[in-house]
């Protein structure tokens, strides 16, 4: 006795493409057969992400903000593992360390305040404009810099052949 017929079928399994549901149903990308798709109230991953199980930045940043007692010219301070760990690389930069210099460079460029660019400009608008007119004046100065651009192209281009520049 054959389990499987020759479409490759087993004979009481209903095959991929019936669909007792949904008649029109195409089985294809992102539409898996009706037979394979989860239950309701069922997911791939049965067991799922523990509880209190916590990734790689929740940890670095736990042990980056966890508080030391140190003792300095005598007095007790409270430092973060983070602010020891630039001392200690400030200290071996003062010992002449290359590497340590230019990891603390590094540092520095990324999280020092970072200045404003030259061209970066300021739009002073007077409270009395309201923002139709606002819009109005900011569409006639955008034609008339497009006018004065093609201007300057039919001057430098000139008109060829009876084709004129816009």
Do not use: W
């Amino acid at each position: 006795m054959d389990l499987i017929d020759k479409e490759g079928n087993a004979p009481d399994a209903p095959s991929e493409t019936d669909s007792p549901e949904i008649p029109d149903y195409t089985v294809g990308y992102g539409k898996p057969p009706l037979i394979r798709r989860f239950k309701v109230g069922q997911s791939g991953n049965r067991r799922g992400r523990p509880r209190g199980l916590k990734n790689r930045k929740t940890i670095v940043r736990e042990i980056a903000n966890e508080m030391h007692t140190v003792t300095e010219d005598g007095r007790r301070r409270r430092l973060s593992t983070l602010e020891l760990m630039l001392l200690a690389l400030r200290n071996r930069v003062a010992e002449g360390n290359v590497r340590a210099f230019r990891a603390y460079k590094k540092y520095l460029e990324k999280y020092e305040p970072q200045d404003t660019h030259p061209n970066v400009g300021y739009l002073v608008v007077s409270a009395t404009v309201t923002t139709e007119e606002f819009i109005r004046e900011a569409e006639e100065k955008s034609a008339e810099a497009d006018a004065l651009h093609a201007a300057r192209c039919r001057e430098y281009y000139g008109v060829k052949a009876g084709r004129s520049i816009p």
